[in-house]
Nanobody, 123 residues
């Protein structure tokens, strides 16, 4: 089991940028597939982006493709999400998650989760 702690959320105007980080501990970070999910108030938790063990493969929800970039630094056991051109619809709590295997897009395939960080985009 790996412990995950997100940071970097905050309040930003539409069109602005934020960079989220997720620090991992208690496990061999490079052996985990990693994902970002988000949950807006009153909505289901949804897939945002995911990345393979070494970072060679990345996956994005259509709603963020071209605006968000997922990356990882295995030497620092840290996952990132660079978010550009933010829109009010991106407002949500953002979670990082870890899994050894399974469908990147399916939140039920991820057993380990962080506590989340709030991102609020004002119009």
């Amino acid at each position: 089991q790996v412990q995950l702690v997100e940071s970097g959320g905050g309040l930003v105007q539409a069109g602005g940028s934020l960079r989220l980080s997720c620090a991992a501990s208690g496990g061999t970070f490079s052996t985990y597939r990693m994902g970002w999910f988000r949950q807006a108030t009153g909505k289901e938790r949804e897939f945002v982006a995911a990345i393979s063990w070494g970072g060679a493969s990345t996956y994005y929800a259509d709603s963020v493709k071209g605006r968000f970039t997922i990356s990882r630094d295995n030497a620092k056991s840290t996952l990132y999400l660079q978010m550009n051109s933010l829109e009010p619809e991106d407002t949500a709590v953002y979670y990082c998650a870890a899994t050894r295997a399974g469908d990147y897009y399916n939140r039920y395939q991820y057993p380990d989760w962080g506590q989340g960080t709030q991102v609020t985009v004002s119009s």
